[in-house]
């Protein structure tokens, strides 16, 4: 199993980034996925998750500002993020899983880095 997030980047507060997540190794379209997020020195966190059926779940502290998405084709998720702010600094990550397990892959990507500042 392989999983590559890229798209990080440094952006101003209120600015924008998409994130992506490519899955090779692993079934794809029969199968949740979700992004977590590792603020500096804290632990990773789950912020969004998408079914198999596109239903979505969204951490209150990105709701309203992130849109997760999937291309069953592709065997990618996105992450749209808007209206940054310095909380969303961190490495992002993808996994395997609904909102209510935990990630469901042992393994990780390299994650990608998002750095918000003024």
């Known amino acids: 199993v392989h999983l590559m997030e890229s798209g990080g980047d440094q952006a101003q507060i209120g600015g924008s980034l998409r994130l992506s997540c490519t899955v090779s190794?692993?079934?794809?379209?029969?199968?949740?996925w979700g992004w977590y997020r590792q603020p500096p020195g804290q632990a990773r966190e789950k912020i969004a998750t998408?079914?198999?059926?596109?239903?979505?779940t969204y951490a209150n502290s990105v709701e309203g500002r992130f849109t997760i998405s999937r291309d069953n084709g592709a065997g990618t998720i996105f992450l749209q993020m808007n209206n940054l702010t310095t909380d969303d600094t961190g490495t992002y990550y993808c996994n395997m899983g609904r909102w209510l397990d935990g990630p469901s892959l042992r393994v990780w990507g390299q994650g990608t880095r998002v750095t918000v500042s003024s």
């Open positions: 190794g692993q079934s794809f379209t029969l199968n949740a």
């Open positions: 998408i079914g198999v059926f596109h239903g979505t």
